[in-house]
């Protein structure tokens, strides 16, 4: 499946960068780019998104090996579907693959943890908005906020799959829905001569 090049492509861009940051910034360093709303900013991420984290060690990178799985699964099953869709699950499992990479082996490359309990490198550091929510919010009115995320390579590409799934899913189910009700050679009606 040519569509996997996608996959590959965000792969190689997203550990080139992981490994250029780990190589060349310590962690907690932080360069502004664009004043201080981006910044390359290099943290380890050892849960989920935002640092989100459950069960023992090892869980988060088991649950996301299950969900790349099945995203190859279906990428394989829709082999012959419409292309912008397929191309925008190519983005996400390459940036799937990306993450998996890290909680899989940067622990033992880096010699800080073992196989499985790697952390995530994310240095993409968007500073969007810090203040107090107003008091009218329920559960979270009157905190401090700061939003600020941090990010990779990897993560982008899975939002932007995720967009793209999104954007095309419609036109893909037309596309199914009119392959399955078109007639196979079988069904053609013989014509009499």
Known sequence: MRIL?????????????????????YPGESIPLLDDWLKLTYTENPGMAFGLSFGPPGT????????T????????????????????????????LGNIIDRLFYGLLYGY???FHGRVVDFIHFDIWRGYLP?????????????????NVADMA????????????KEFHRRQMA???????????????
């Open 135 to 151: 008091e009218s919010i329920p559960f979270i009115g009157g905190a401090y906020v700061a939003l600020f995320p941090i990010w």
């Open 5 to 25: 090049w996608i996959t590959l492509l965000v792969v190689l861009v997203d550990q080139l960068t992981k490994v250029l940051v780990v190589q060349t910034m």
């Open 69 to 96: 799985v099945l995203i190859a699964w279906y990428l394989y099953r829709i082999r012959d579907g419409y292309v912008p869709y397929r191309a925008s699950l190519a983005v996400i499992l390459g940036g799937a």
């Open 179 to 193: 392959t399955a009700a078109a007639p196979t050679p079988r069904e053609q009606p013989v014509e009499e001569s």
């Open 158 to 169: 899975i939002v932007a799959g995720v967009v793209g799934l999104l954007l095309f899913q």
């Open 113 to 115: 943890a073992g196989f």
């Open 60 to 67: 988060v990178a088991i649950l996301a090996i299950v969900a």
